[in-house]
């Protein structure tokens, strides 16, 4: 069944050519792994990277992020899920702002994703993503993305993901159109012992952009995790770190760009 998956997945993804929002470090977990996420899942941010892996998650869990980049960027987001029955749905928002002094450009995103089985150890996620983006002395704009995943094992240790952003191309501005940033990402993760994973994801843009994003978890002890990964291109190494306290866990990371200030960001999950 698991060699099925991997046909499956290889046949879904001829339909995925046509797209993605671009990638933020939405998670604090995901940043300090070099924003390698679609073949992990298992947490509530994996609404925003890949909505398959919403099926991976038991019960109800929270996640909250703040990310500083290179001085005059804030994002923050609120993510909820909660499994139901065979399958989980999640609900968030995300807010960024660009500028110092002064607002340059705004972007709010409100969210809302499911993740259900349909074969043996394989999951489909969908989610809506409500975008409205401001822009000083350009007005603002309106738009609905959807996005599409698959998440599945196809061994016993190695899990495969795949996803697109956005799959119905929308577009802002009345004058000129000017299409969501788009792209298709597929992942490999592999878990050679309990509390390790490693990742490697490769993303193909649809300005012909290639990057590729390797990345690393390794649980040193039952409350602290460690991280590490890197993204190319441009070239951005990453590392972080995850303290557990009962069931709250907060996360840090950080970046190093080669000719940008380094990056943080923080987040909770519970």
Known sequence: MKHQNLILIGIFLPVMLSGMFDQYSLSA???GCGDAFVAIGDAPSTLFYNPAGLSLIRGTSIEANYEHLFSIVNRANLILARSIHQHTVAIG??????GDSVSLYKERIVAAGIGLPIASDLYFGISFSYYSLSMQRFG??????????????????WRLGT??????????GELSHYHIPRSLT????????EGAVTILELER??????????????QIHPHLTVRTGMETPPVVVTWGVSFKIKQFILDCAFKYHTYLPITWTVGVRW
Do not use: C, K, Q
């Open 205 to 218: 843009t649809h300005v012909g952009v290639n990057r590729m994003r390797i990345g690393g978890e390794f």
């Open 29 to 31: 977990r995901v940043a």
């Open 93 to 98: 928002i995300h807010l960024l702002d660009v």
């Open 163 to 172: 996803v697109i952003h956005p799959l119905n191309n929308p577009s802002i």
């Open 186 to 193: 597929v992942g490999m993760s592999y878990v050679p012992f």
């Open 140 to 157: 603002s704009s309106h738009v609905l993305g959807i996005d599409m995943g698959l998440i599945g094992y196809i061994y016993d240790r």
